[in-house]
């Protein structure tokens, strides 16, 4: 009966080729093109004073790479036109008389119009316009020894160069599992109530939960080898180690999987439609599992309610067990609380899973 | 005259040869039976003839219209029936005859008349304004036939009508044909029943793409030594390559 | 024209008896709009941070204090010993540690220089940066209060200053669900042009019904418009709902027209539908739709700008993005709701937008097949 179900799985080559494409897609992409780095910010520079000071300051942001400045204008009238068209990020003021200020009133003020719209960006970038400012201020004071020094060492644990893949390797794993896991095994099991075969196996003696097994073993085996590709991409193609244990990483994955397992058979029991259980999969468990596993939001930013939410999400376990893993480099004396937690919840609906079953069969 | 002429009709998939080399003709409201096992070539072959596939080579005309050039035009003369459930079960009987009848072109005013006629006709009046799908299978098997050739075509092809059906309403489901038949519609049916055979007025075998036998049922029981087409079918099938 | 009717009559017919559909055109606005923003908030507040502190001075005591006190900061322990710090660094429970040494106040005032060091869990390294940058921020400005100790007041006078003002347009209180909202319409509009509409049709597929279509006399256009139309109804439907939740539970009123919103969004649509269609003839399940529409919104919405900006990818990427349509519309989505941008300023989008809609469009025509070849 297993052998059944791998042939039907294999025969939908269409189906299997963008199963695996997509979490190749999402880590190419999440490696090589996804990134919150600020360089070449789109300014302008709204020059009054066009003394040598403006010009030296204007420089210094020309030579910076976080800014490109496309243009220099007499005024800042035309802001709101400016941001309103995109062209933009930032608008520069240089007051008028900027140098005479610094040399006899030993002050001048500048103006940073932001465009706020993407929060992110204008904190970043007025920080950065900011730090031209105080660099160029340091300079002229440079001649004075700075007293009183703090000096700041830092070190970044884990990941120096901060390289996001750390972040969601484990997190493009744990969508995958999700898909896989949930989405694919529960409408496969409901295709086959649609069709009406499901009945004519319930009525042979194959006993009820290897029908229900059968159909999950293929997309086990598939889960396992889409993780074992996506292991072998960030190792390979994004140079993301896997610092812990490999051997750890592959157990807690079969657990999360069978997780999922437990999921997908839940949410069979409840329909006969493959579309409305593709609709529970993609909307009542896909999105939260997204939102609520921390890999996209920070889970420690959102109010207590979504907070608590998370702790019901098992994608909150099995993505911070894959990042202690991998990239932290722990092993099970750190992540034993989660994991058990993880265990728990799988007995759990698959104990659940079982009953709804049995009373869906009846 | 004939309704539908093939000539050395061939459908090739890559290098598999579904449909070979065959020839054939039905003549005017004629009941031709086109049978064969699963795999045969017999769905093939009538998508073809339908404008639903194009043909590899040889040449056909249903209706007068060359399959091959023409296809778009023979759809407004025939109609059809699908293997796969025809009527959408989520509208009711009206909504679906209007829907079929606005697509052929059927007047408004005619439709409504139509749809009053038709029902009648079956003795589904009450269930007019009810979803086809509370009704049962022979029932709807009945309207789907009623509401392919309800804009009045000149062939109407039906594959595999009766499927899942029991013998009862088979057997009414032939007299509807028949009746059709009667007043000029030309009937090209698919089966795999092999007493269906019997009421065809001709029947052709496909055996692994070709056409195999051809001529009324009498005569094939005859020559091939048969009390019923199903044995002729089973003497054929030996010989077959071709197996599901 | 009148076939054309009949096809539309009978879509909006089945649609409105399929309570899916209709579910997933309802829910899926308010669940997406409703949890996204609230969970995406990007803002990095409540790092949680460490003190390490082995000089018990005055000034290390200060410094701990000014820490506390930020809103950035959440002050999680004084551990006494590295090996604790390090543990609840692994543990998730510290983002970063501040280490004071010994002798730190006694440094700064005799050798009139003293070293602190900062680790942070870089693990998501944006946090890890922005951590460091305001502790950072946070000691250098206890380092000029303490400067401003030691030096005399008439001194401090002449040291030159540029005083840096910023003022945030737009978004003034920094409100993300203002930022997160308008993109995540744009890609529930994505979803119900691109994804519903290729499923309706593939079910057709999948019951039977499309050979039925494909054999009368109707003609490519009117069964493929005959799809469209009830689809872009929806696509239409699904913003207002969107709008509607977008205003009742975060407050966001559009800065530029609903007019110029539903403009926009309707010329989208037909591009969106146009993918949708070539979905379809790409697609014999349900599944098989599902499974490569889910592929490719994935890809557009990414590439589209909605998580990272388009202005962070390298070149290459900024290439592929101008060949986005969700780039332009989720830009286009905010520029209006956010900053109130009218059509003449957005030309250059609209443009793109309109040509998109006729390439899709006549691709998927062209594409689809009354006979198979």
Known sequence: MVIKEFKHVLRDQRSLFFLLAQPVMMILLFGFALSNEVKETKIIVVDHARDEISKTLINRFEQNVYFRIIDIVPDESMADDIFKKGLAKLIIVIPANIADDIKHQYKSIVQLIADASDPNTAAIVSTYAGAVFRDYQNELLGLVKMPYEIKVEQRMLYNPQLISAYNFVPGVLTLIMMILGAMMTSVAIVREKELGTMEVLLASPIHPLQIVLSKAVPYLALAFITEIIILILSVFVLNVPIRGSLFLLLAESILFISTTLALGLLISSSTNQQQVAMFISLVGLMLPSLIFSGFMFPIENMPLPLKTISNIVPTKWYYNIVRAIMVKGLGIESIWKETLILATMTLVLTGIAIKKFKVHLE | ?244 | ?373
């Open chain 3, 1 to 373: 024209m009148k076939k054309l009717l009949i096809i539309v009559q009978k879509e909006f017919a089945q649609i409105f008896r399929q309570p899916t559909i209709l579910r997933m055109i309802i829910m899926m606005p308010i669940l997406q709009l409703i949890l996204i923003p609230l969970a995406a908030n990007y803002e990095i507040k409540n790092i949680n941070i460490q003190i390490l502190d082995f000089d018990h001075s005055t000034y290390s005591t200060a410094l701990i204090h000014k820490l506390d006190a930020s809103p950035y900061f959440k002050l999680v322990g004084l551990p006494d010993h590295p090996t604790i710090a390090s543990h609840r660094v692994e543990q998730n429970k510290a983002d970063i540690t501040l280490t004071i040494p010994i002798r730190f106040e006694q440094d700064l005032i005799r050798d009139s220089k003293a070293t602190v060091s900062i680790e942070a869990d870089a693990v998501n390294g944006q946090k890890a940066s922005l951590g460091v940058a305001y502790a950072s921020q946070i000691i250098g400005s206890f380092n000029n209060e303490i400067r401003e100790k030691w030096i005399q007041m008439p001194r401090l006078v002449e040291f030159p200053q540029i005083e840096v003002r910023s003022s945030m347009w737009y978004n003034p209180f920094i409100k993300y669900p203002l930022f997160m909202v308008p993109g995540i319409l744009a890609l529930l509009v994505t979803m119900v042009g691109g994804l519903m509409s290729a499923l309706n049709i593939v079910s057709e597929k999948e019951i039977g019904t499309i050979e039925q279509l494909n054999v009368s006399p109707i003609k490519k256009y009117q069964f493929l418009l005959g799809k469209l139309i009830p689809f872009w109804v929806l696509g239409i439907v699904s913003i207002s709902l969107g709008l509607i939740v977008a205003r009742i539970i975060f407050g966001i009123v559009p800065a530029g027209s609903y007019l110029t919103i539903y403009f926009f969004s309707a010329i989208y649509l037909i591009g969106a539908l146009g993918v949708g269609l070539l979905l379809s003839t790409l697609a014999d399940t349900q599944m098989q739709v599902t499974l490569i529409s889910f592929f490719i919104i994935m890809f557009f919405v990414l590439m589209g700008g909605l998580y990272t900006p388009i202005d962070s990818m390298p070149d290459w990427a900024q290439k592929l993005a101008s060949f986005n349509p969700v780039s332009y519309f989720i830009r286009v989505m905010r520029f209006i709701v956010i900053k109130g941008s009218g059509i003449h300023d957005l030309l250059p989008e609209l443009k793109a937008m309109i040509l998109f809609g006729i390439v899709l469009n006549v691709l998927a025509v062209w594409n689809y097949r009354k006979r198979t070849v």
């Open chain 2, 1 to 244: 005259m004939n309704a539908i002429v093939v000539n050395n009709l061939t459908k090739t998939f890559g290098s598999f040869m579904a449909v070979d080399h065959i020839s054939f003709h039905v003549t005017k409201g004629e009941v031709f039976g086109f049978l064969g096992a699963n795999g045969a070539g017999k769905t093939t072959a009538m998508r073809m003839l339908c404008g639903l596939l194009k043909p590899s080579s040889g040449e056909g005309r249903v209706a007068g219209f060359n399959i091959d050039t023409e296809s778009e035009e023979i759809k407004k003369h025939i109609g059809y029936m699908s293997q796969k459930f025809s009527l959408y079960n989520n509208l009711t009987i009206r909504e679906n005859i209007r829907f079929y009848g606005g697509l052929y072109d059927i007047p408004k005013k005619e439709l409504k008349q139509k749809t009053d006629e038709l029902v009648e006709q079956l003795g589904l009046t009450s269930y007019t304004d009810k979803l086809v799908q509370s009704l049962p299978l022979g029932w709807k098997q009945k309207l789907a036939f009623s509401v392919a050739i309800q804009h009045s075509p000149e062939i109407v092809f039906l594959d595999e009508p009766t499927g899942g059906v029991d013998p009862i309403t088979r057997r009414q489901f032939w007299d509807m044909i028949y009746e059709t038949a009667h007043n000029g519609l030309t009937v090209f049916v698919t089966t795999h029943y092999m007493d269906e055979a019997e009421y065809c007025h001709r029947v052709s075998i496909m055996v692994d793409g070709k056409i195999a036998a051809l001529d009324t049922p009498n005569e094939l029981k005859k020559i091939f030594e048969t009390e019923n087409m199903d044995g002729v079918f089973r003497k054929l099938a030996r010989r077959a390559k071709r197996n599901e």
